[in-house]
């Protein structure tokens, strides 16, 4: 995403947005809703049925109200009620008339069927049709509100430096573009001034519910935004937020949690006694079992569950599960996990919190691991870093791969180096790859943001090709080596084996990737004679025919084709032994283990795994079948 994409993309949501347009049609409702003055009759009938008003003169009603259906509530200021019929539902099959029952109202507008029950105090509110606010303390706003827009989070760098201005309907790769933009000073000023006019177009003289709504058991609404079909239930607060929803696409925000100065999009949620403070969750993302984020904007289907996450912007599909800590990352790619009592977040020099990290994508934080700031892995995605590993502040360039604890001391090598084996989750974790990266397509439910879920992808290869000449290149071969010897090893040793085995594993999948672009190639023409040779505009591949051509100068179509089946086989192949290995060390350890757990042949990834080679098997025998 480009400086000028994310100023387009903003323009294009001031003129379209969806949420700007349901706050202009809340705004009109609340002007021009229809409602008369209350005849003495009916000012009677309230009174006769427990209501009480400061000035009845300023209460409306619409045309046809049943009376009955108010009761036992205190009105103050311009209140207009719309009409009330039928009944909502305030629990799974529970249903209670709409109307407005043991309630204060002041200064709001009701709409056409909602419930208002047992609300101490609903104060300079839009609740439009079908809302329901059932045994709730205070829902009120004050006189201009921004619900929780343009906050300026300090992004990977506690002490500031990358600071992003919010929006509600921001993407995490605009946001990511502003965060690493410091040097262009004319766009960050187009951008912050494009945020302003968004949310100048998104204020309101009154907090607003939306249709279909539900805020039920909830202490504090205060200068909130709620958006369609929302359900608070039995949240702490929402303060000062924009929570976007829809049908299809709930947005809860329950159990005990606190939400203030945040914006939560689209499908996310917000349950027991989490807390989010000035942050932005986007779309189907979640935070729960106390978890905690402040001043950081976390990613698409990522999950922060009894962890904290601090200064960071983190991508999709980070697994959050345990009690952990994330502070100051900048990590747009996502993709990873920080494990049970992680600690991602020493970012003080003994001076100031000023330091940061970029995990990288997919990059798994093991259990109880510490890493120490400045660190970048960006250059080494999908890589582990192995339980109880204590990191030093470095950067590594070579992925997939596992940084682990030394097994031993080296004369020349410090005691606080880890030890790096370069391309190890290639060659004996491919599990893990291949089960996330359908785990990711089959889990996704995002519908605006970008993810690219492909591992094996130009930029990627690239960094495996970068990283194979590293190793390819070393001027002496040693027993042991470090980063004088092998740029990219950062603050690790890496012994000899582990050089020639990151060769091989590089070496196995650069070449996989560039077969299997030639196979989806030669499906999708009927000219085949030369196509090696030939230079396409298709730029991917372009790149997968360079590394074929490169990486295996002479081979026909048919040989290539013939590799394919060959190296899938073998990848079908590690990925059963990969998990495989559970299997063996389970049993070795637990006596009924066997009994308790399915064998690695039968587990469904696996069989997956198995049926995709045998299919490719048949789909390159026709495509051999094509060529004779």
Partial sequence: MTPKDVLNELKGLINKSEFIKAIEEAKKFSKKAAGSSLTKEQIDKLETNGNSARDWKKIKI????DISRIRRCYFSGEVTIGKLAGDVEISAG??????????????????????IQDVKTLSNYIICAS?????????????ENTFGNGSELPIAIETGGREVKTYAEMTLEAAAKVATSRADKEFLKAYNDSVDKYIAAISSRKGIIQEGAAVKNTKKILDSYIGPHAVIDGAEAVVNSSVLSGEGEETEISDGSYVKNSIIQWGSEVASMAIVANSVLTEHSHVERHGKVTDSIIGANTGIAEGEVTASLVGPFVGFHHQSLLIAAFWPEGKGNVGYGANVGSNHTSKAPDQELWPGEGTFFGLGVNIKFPSDFTKAPYSIIAT??????????????????????F?????????IMPGWVLSDNIFTVRRNEGKYRKRNKAKRARIEFEVFRPEIVDLMIGARSKLDGVKEIKKIYSDRDIKGTGKNYMLEESRKAGIEAYTFYIRYYALTGLKARLSGTKK?????TKKTDDRRWEHERLILNQELPGNSIEDNLKLLISMQEKIAKDVQTSKEKDDIRGARIIDDYPQAHAPASEDSFVKQTHQETEQLKKEITALLNTLK
């Avoid at 085949?528 to 090696?532: C, H, M, S, T, Y």
Wanted: charged share 20%.
């Fill in 62 to 65: 619409a045309k046809g109200l």
């Fill in 94 to 115: 529970v249903k209670v008339p709409s109307g407005i029952y043991n309630s204060i109202v002041i200064d709001s507008y009701i709409g056409d069927n909602s419930l």
């Fill in 131 to 143: 809302s329901v606010l059932f045994n709730c303390g205070v829902i009120s706003a004050k006189e």
């Fill in 388 to 409: 109880a590993v204590n990191a030093l502040p470095q950067k590594v360039e070579f992925p997939f791969s596992l940084i682990n604890s030394p097994a031993d001391r």
């Fill in 411 to 419: 004369d020349g090598i410090s005691p606080a180096y880890n030890e």
């Fill in 528 to 532: 085949a004679k030369d196509i090696l």
